[in-house]
């Protein structure tokens, strides 16, 4: 099994930042990649970016101007800097635990933290 355990969302203004934290533990050896979703009300849950835990290459699906995934391996976190937001990026963010090779689809995910609201105003 693998927790993961989303934290650092909030209320911000457009053009503000905010950075969100995923903690990971229990059996970590197992895991390939790292990714946060977000899901808007009425939308699908979307990828938003991805990190390899073992070689930290990364995948950023999103504004990648705007949005750095990084990981911390002394204390398994994973963080998302999100910087210059806007209203559309106002979501419930997740990050996701997946074994599989190159996967972006939210059903090759196998664990989910329970998510962190983000919420931009204009």
């Known amino acids: 099994q693998v927790q993961l355990v989303e934290s650092g969302g909030g209320l911000v203004q457009a053009g503000g930042s905010l950075r969100l934290s995923c903690v990971v533990s229990g059996r970590t050896f197992s895991i390939r990649y790292i990714s946060w979703f977000r899901q808007a009300p009425g939308k699908e849950r979307e990828f938003v970016a991805r990190?390899?835990?073992?070689?930290?290459?990364k995948l950023v699906f999103a504004d990648s101007r705007r949005f750095t995934i990084s990981r911390d391996e002394a204390k398994n976190t994973v963080a998302l800097q999100m910087n210059s937001l806007k209203p559309d990026d106002t979501a419930v963010y997740y990050c996701?635990?997946?074994?599989?090779?190159?996967?972006?689809?939210?059903?090759?995910?196998?664990?989910w933290g329970q998510g962190t609201q983000v919420t931009v105003s204009s």
């Open positions: 996701a635990a997946s074994n599989k090779i190159g996967v972006t689809d939210r059903r090759e995910y196998d664990y």
């Open positions: 990190i390899n835990w073992a070689t930290g290459s």
